[in-house]
């Protein structure tokens, strides 16, 4: 089916020339692209000056009108929260983002790299037919060609090939005959589930230490927030066959001896006896062991027997702990929580008829609300304890309710609730006592508490105080005075809620400083999530609708009970340390009351012993209650090719995995020391491996003029980090605290797709997309996406229309000049200067422009694989013909600045832009 689409022309402004874009596929394309209202470079050492001629206006309206910039990108996205920038909101399409990888089949797949020639031997891409007449198991011992490597020059790769960031990890080569059915394309991991920064380990530590590249694992054990929508192959009939030595599960990988009466373990060559059931169902009867799906596939979820069990299945428990203080009230947050848990009852996971909720409301006392079953007489009760220094349950037993038996009566309370406390003037907000009640009701449980704040906490334990943001930011002592906890008791408490079973989520709606630092320990050693929604208020539509979708998805998803992960490893590798949200019970013990389904992990792995074998093999296994009560064991099971050559490794190295495990490095440097040794901290290990690789990998050692060469593989990994020291969790500049550990939460748990688009944000060119993007594909029925552009204002054009994704906000950007048919088409307004801009949906129009652009908006909200929601803000950019002294000038322009912040490849503040940071990496290189 073929679409006509509408040609937008240039508009015809008396502006400023433009230099023509430059294509992607050119290697050296026109420089530019600054961020303005920040020094330029003064084009010393041969470095271009960012913001050439025809750029200046591009973000901000002619110098003649009088207009001033903000100070800061910072100052820009403090204020923006609390804009109300005018326009009718609209309703838009209900979704959720989807992941940016591509769909994997199983299959190892290489991918053609576009620069340069084999290096260092003839490495094949591709594996081998099976070897000889050998039985499988000896033929292990025989290697297959690795990855080839290929080179780049990253100079000449500018702009930088971003359509790489969606391409699969270099593949694990790996025999055929290495798993126990030979050939079984199954047995291969999913990077979906399970990727490692190198898909060929270093045969000995030396060798590891020498690359200059880690040895990590980024593991996801849950990739949809339902079981039903990526549903694996579960062996039911609860035999479970373990090494005896290592207790790694039986899997694709391990070898049957003794006329198939023993299996050897595959990670430490254990001998272990087959159990008489594997072969036999109680059922069926004589089964063929081949067809268990174990040994077929990578990842596999057992159904436990009983002594898997410390005690009986327990109930799916949601304990609300409400603010109901005068704030709360008066912004509207008491009332939307109330009308978002009403709506959610249905999505609540209640299969067997067990979850159970209760409800507390806290301001200076403890509210605790009793809800009758509907068989009784009666109405729901409020019991208040004004006491918080020894606060009681009045009648425990009644306050947990079971969601099926009290239905009618928990609708009528929650319709109710906000008019019960609609009176109240209470300012204060005892979270810690409230936290402290919720948990005495639910240790005997375990499950959920879901907070909810308006302010600050501000009374009881726990209270905070307004820290002096003004006196520290910017400086050295910024992160030890701002990020680290100002309190105590939400890290220490989470050790009381890990022995109880019990995660926190916390959902945060104040419009002053929340001391996000110090609240997201709680939910963070808990295997939780801190929702953060700076200058929220229920007057505004869009703010009620990110709002009651996420804690709609929070409440709904399919989350497994009292889990601990466990992840083993062959002889000599050692799993080191363990970054994200759980708490480390033990050394390689992590323990999650509660396990989310949208987020990840990432393990350093540690190379203890010189590896003989050619393959390694790590296991992750995942110990968890269903909702339904049932005791499983999800078991992850990759095999990786060993090597002891520098080029093999290199071409191993999975670029966003070791971005991700860099960020938690990057992290983990804030918490202990300042944010400028963050910042060094990407930026050396760039440098040092820069310098590895030419010492090292490229042919003939070049000399002082060589380029700046890189695996093929790896040339996003330099874009990706220095992204990072731009982002708002690490960048210098006065950044409001809030919203800097929020950003600090965010990229410590993010999934790895997710994660990589809230680096490096993917921007959308519509205004010229090709005549299938915006409409369903004929084929699969999904919306059809524009290929995206590179970050960069160079790509920008002034009458153009784009779409920016930072996995956090979308931005709809258009050129100041852009031609009345265009802003017609898009707003229904022929006058761009009319268009109302801030957080708003698109107008829902009949053109057929505005139709793809909205769906374009929908697919990128899309996904079944996270909670959060995306709102759309309306970005107008700069134009020479800006209506003087415009009422709203200071809001468009931060606003603009706000999103102009997302084109990281641009220079920011002080911070250089890619080229000239790839410049000054070829200068170190040079001397």
């Known amino acids: 089916m073929s679409h006509k689409r509408r040609q937008y022309p240039q508009a015809q402004y008396n502006v400023a020339a433009q230099p023509p874009a430059a294509s992607q596929a050119s290697l050296q394309p026109a420089y530019g692209g600054a961020v303005p209202g920040y020094p330029q470079d003064n084009g010393a050492n041969g470095v271009p000056q960012p913001g050439a001629a025809g750029q200046q206006g591009f973000f901000t309206p002619g110098a003649s009108n009088g207009y001033q910039q903000p100070e800061s990108v910072d100052a820009a996205a403090h204020g923006i929260a609390n804009m109300n920038l005018g326009g009718v909101p609209q309703a838009s399409p209900y979704g959720a983002q989807a992941p940016i990888q591509p769909g994997y089949g199983g299959v190892p797949q290489q991918h053609t790299p576009s620069y340069g020639a084999p290096v260092g031997g003839a490495y094949g891409a591709q594996p081998q037919a099976p070897y000889g007449a050998a039985s499988p198991f000896e033929s292990r011992q025989q290697t297959l060609p690795l990855n080839q490597l290929y080179q780049t020059d990253l100079m000449r790769d500018i702009p930088p090939p971003i359509t790489d960031l969606s391409l699969p990890p270099p593949p694990l080569i790996i025999p055929p005959s290495a798993t126990t059915i030979p050939s079984c394309t199954t ?170 909720i209760a409800i507390i409301g806290v301001d200076s006392a403890l509210h605790y609300i009793k809800i009758p079953d509907d068989s009784e007489e009666g109405e729901a009760e409020i019991l208040v304890v004004p006491d918080l220094d020894e606060p009681f349950s009045p009648s425990p037993e009644s306050l947990l309710i079971n969601l099926a038996n009290s239905r009618k009566n928990i609708e009528k309370l929650l319709s109710n609730l906000n008019n019960l406390f609609l009176q109240n003037l209470n ?49 050295p002592k910024e992160a030890s005075a701002l990020m680290t906890p100002n309190d105590s008791f939400y890290k220490s408490f989470a050790v009381d809620c890990n022995k109880s079973q019990v995660t926190v989520d916390f959902f945060l709606t104040g419009n002053g400083y929340m001391d996000v630092a110090t609240l997201a320990n709680l939910p963070r050693y808990t295997a939780g999530q801190t929702h953060f929604y700076p200058g929220w208020s229920a007057n505004n539509f869009e703010d009620v609708t990110r ?130 040794d963050a910042r060094e901290l990407l930026s050396k290990y760039l440098f040092e491996l820069l310098n590895v690789f030419k010492k090292e990998v490229v042919a003939g050692n070049m000399g002082g003029a060589s380029p700046l060469m890189l695996s093929t593989n790896l040339r996003m990994l330099p874009l990706l980090l220095h992204s990072l020291t731009k982002h708002m969790a690490f960048r210098p500049g006065k950044v409001p605290a809030d919203h800097r ?72 950007w258009i050129g100041g000049d852009a031609v009345p048919d265009l802003v017609n088409d898009v707003y229904g307004i022929p006058d761009i200067f009319q268009v109302p801009v ?54 468009v322009g931060s606003l603009r600045m706000w999103a102009a912040s997302s084109l990281v490849e641009d220079r920011l503040g002080k911070q250089p832009s890619y080229r000239e940071f790839l410049s000054t990496a070829q200068s170190k290189m040079t001397n």
């Open 427 to 475: 300012p204060k907000l005892a979270l810690g006592p409230a936290l402290k009640a919720a948990h005495y009701l639910v240790q005997s449980v375990g499950s959920k508490i879901i907070a909810f704040a308006s302010i600050l906490p501000n009374h009881g334990v726990g209270k905070l105080v307004v820290r002096d943001e003004n006196a520290v930011s910017d400086k």
């Open 838 to 891: 801030g957080k708003m949906e698109l107008p829902e129009l009949e053109t057929n422009f505005n139709v793809r652009v909205r769906n374009i908006i929908s697919k990128a909200r899309e996904g079944d694989d996270r909670s959060m929601y995306q709102n759309l803000y309306i970005v107008r950019g700069g134009s020479a013909n800006e209506p003087l002294n415009a009422p709203n000038s200071r809001e």
């Open 187 to 356: 047995a291969t991991v999913s990077p979906d589930y399970f990727r490692s920064t190198l898909n060929a380990v270093p045969t000995s530590n030396n060798l590891l230490k020498k690359s200059k590249l880690p040895f990590a694992l980024v593991v996801r054990p849950y990739t949809s927030l339902k079981d039903d929508v990526r549903p694996l192959p579960v062996v039911e009939d609860t035999v479970i066959s373990r090494c005896r030595r290592c207790r790694t599960y039986i899997n694709c990988f391990v070898e049957f001896t003794e006329q198939g009466r023993r299996w050897k373990c595959n990670l430490c060559s254990l001998q272990n006896d087959v159990p008489a059931a594997f072969d036999n169902s109680p059922e069926k009867g004589p089964v063929n062991r081949y067809d268990r799906r174990e040994l077929n596939y990578s990842v596999v979820e057992f159904v436990a027997p009983q002594e898997y069990m410390v005690r009986p299945p327990q109930p799916l428990v949601l304990s609300f702990v409400i603010d109901v203080s005068v704030n709360a009230v008066k912004t509207g947050m008491l009332a939307t929580v109330a009308t978002t848990i009403l709506e959610s009852l249905d999505r609540i996971p209640n299969p067997d008829g067990r979850t159970k």
């Open 741 to 812: 550990a929020n950003a600090l939460n965010l990229l410590g748990s993010l999934p790895l797709p997710q994660l990589i688009k809230y680096i490096y944000p993917t921007v959308y060119s519509l205004h010229d997309m090709s005549d299938e993007v915006g409409f369903p594909d004929e084929e699969t029925g999904e919306i059809v996406m524009p290929t995206p552009i590179n970050a960069s204002a160079e790509r920008f054009e002034r009458y153009g229309l784009y779409l920016i994704d930072n996995t956090t906000e979308l931005f709809l």
């Open 547 to 676: 709002f009651g979708k996420e804690l709609s998805n929070v409440m709904s998803q399919d989350i497994a009970l009292e889990a601990v992960l466990r992840t083993r490893g062959s002889s000599g590798l050692r799993m080191n340390t363990f970054y994200g949200n759980f708490f480390n019970r033990s050394s390689d013990l992590c323990s999650f009351p509660t396990f989310p389904r949208d987020q990840s992990y990432v393990i350093e792995v540690a190379i203890e012993e010189n590896i003989t074998k050619p393959l390694v093999y790590l296991q992750t296994a995942v110990l968890h209650t269903t909702i339904s009560g049932q005791r499983r064991i999800r078991v992850i099971t990759a095999a990786i090719p060993t090597t002891n050559s520098m080029s093999e490794v290199f071409a191993s190295a999975d670029q966003l995995a070791i971005t991700n495990y860099y960020t938690h490095k990057a992290l983990e440097k804030v918490y202990s020391n300042t944010f400028e």
